[in-house]
């Protein structure tokens, strides 16, 4: 099949279309079809395997590296875990029909403001074939009709899972057109899926950072933008010192290629003969290297052993690092670390480590990140750590969603209003 | 002065960086500056008006039309709206600090969604003068630092009232710098200022169509484009025809100039021939022009008097005449009065005139308008009329927030997550 962008269109048109329909179907109706969707799934557990091995090996022919392999394997186990994210999504909250406020004006209008869903909602994501069942059920669950545009690594098992979606849907009596999937992996088309500002409400990209700057950019709809955290954690003066090592260990090592990980530690003066050394040698026993300020390094410089140190160059802080480095500062005061968190951080997840209550609420009221935390990891932002239940993307804009994105964070509103004949003076 | 965009941007850098601090500022702190504010227009009449008397002579010489003019000038009576309206916000209820939601999660960590400021508003807007004043006040209980570059014509008022802000919030203890006044009005300045979307959270513009358009295009941040209204009403099979005539009169005619009224009436079928020769007559008592499709027009052909009937072109539907003329066309369902709303609307306001519940709901479902009404005019979709205290622009965005936008729709939230050391495993 060639696939033009007239076709996209008319595959985005008509998923717009159905959105209206799909705005008004009832919970049980799209748990119902959530829950035909897990069970086709398990039923189609060959094909879908089968589909996924031939993408295999035509990675394996161009030469893929081992981790995109094995982000793109399916297993009877990832199956599995894609029909239960399936059933998991039947069984949250629908945050449709969520009335937000109410009133009734002395001219007698009944005013309603209505949790709706925004309408059409397109994907563009990379390797990872569990995200083409996860954004569809989520979609489906908010009542958005969804284009679906993933990678081409693994065009044969999406399409095999888009079709099952479709089927599944269609079974449990909702417009098999509120689903989308774009069959050709033509990238010319990315950039005209993101001029579809007439069919499309919301661009959400799932990959690198490069992609979600892509469409950022280029987005003429609104577009989430977040998953780049360049996060800090501020080691106050007051800080219990063991605490913050535990917690800053935690948010650099845990899972360092994630968005959440810690890049750079502020380290107030204060403290920083008393926490360095320490900090050098948990850094050494995780092999993560440290690239330190002038200030620091002359601390560092005198100790033997720990962590490689070396000293940090100016795009060292303002970095993410998704990997086993973090940069280094020591600042003489509160404001002057959440100065520097203003000027390099991505305003994503910053934290405070600090005894001191004054201290901690400046820093919590004052530093403008989506999520900000006291005595606790970075690493804590993500959807199901905030019980959101679901998580779409980590939002770094300011307007409409902000951090953790589950079901709410894919709705908008509406007011609805009922007279009986009024007319305004 | 010469105002180069280096200045501009410094400008803009300054309410950034006080803009955080503007966030952690109280209420009565607040308050007590929108008072001075008040008091300080009411002190500086004299002074206000002599600026506004130079800048009428100006119009006057580079020939400006009355409508111009009259949107230019202050009296005695608008200078005292413009304190009564800054007092008017201090009463209002501040939205800053309000808990959306907390949760203790099981590892002991406290959660808080809370809402905060946005940042620093950017604001672009034409002739009136008491857009600076409005704005301004709106922005500083909001707890947002702003960005205000008003139009040529008035730029001598502008910058007298600008400077009785500053000098009025300073004097409450708050730092001048959360309210900048662009002084120049070099149109070159205004695409670079879109541009800055490192230190400018939001764009608000505030004018013509010509202007929100041109905001919309080409900010960089996040824009609130409104204002535009194609506005329908759909008179039911099942209308009260009296309440239809009533509603669909005052939608047009009350204030024909402004997004909310109404620009297409749809008629079913059944009721067309019973309703449009009276509409025909009251429309030709308020003098509006009607502009028919081909059904409409063969019954109204055959009628003797009431409004200027002529046949509608293709493009009578789907515009904005922010005039006394109004398209109107026969449809033969809900569903067809759907569709038509679908293509040609701008998801303003759109109503349904119907006495059938079942019709009034799936209307008010399905059709994707930040307001809906039944059985009333458009020409409520306001934020005074909602019940909000104050409207800052009526948004057609889905993201963020649709329609009136109030105090609470130019904020935004982050996650404040307090623990005692936790890490994640």
Known sequence: MTLTSTTLHDQAKAANTASRKLAGISTEVKNAALIAIAEAIEANRMSILRANEQDLEAAKRDGLDFHMMDRMTLTNARVKDMADA???????????GEILEQRDMPNGLH???????LGVIGVIYESRPNVTIDIATLCLK???????????????TNTVLAGIVKNAIESAGIPSDVVQFVETTDRALVKEMLEMDDVIDL????GSAELVKFVGENAKMSAITGGVGVCHTYIDAGANLEHALKIVVNAK???????????????????????????????GVHDVELRADGRAMSVLDALPGGAKVVPAKSDDFGTEFLGLIASVKIVDSIDDAMYHIAEYGSKHSEAIISENTEAIEKFLNEVDSGAVFANTSTYFNDGAQ????????ISTNKLHARGPMGLKEITTYKWKVRGQGQVRE
Chains 1, 2 share one sequence.
Not at 86 to 96: F, G, S, T
Not at 111 to 117: H, K
Not at 203 to 206: A, C, D, N, V
Not at 268 to 276: G, K, T
């Open 386 to 393: 905030f019980g959101l239940g679901a998580e779409v993307a």
């Open 111 to 117: 005013l309603e403001r209505v949790r709706v869903p």
């Open 86 to 96: 399936a059933r998991n999504i039947a069984a949250l909250e629908d945050p449709i």
């Open 142 to 156: 908010s009542g958005n009709a969804v284009v679906l545009r993933g990678g081409k690594e693994c065009i044969l």
């Open 253 to 283: 090592t845990k899972r360092p290629t994630v968005c959440n990980a810690m890049d750079t530690v502020l380290i107030h003066q204060s403290v920083a003969r008393e926490f360095l050394p320490n900090l050098a040698t948990e850094f």
């Open 203 to 206: 661009m959400i990209p799932r």
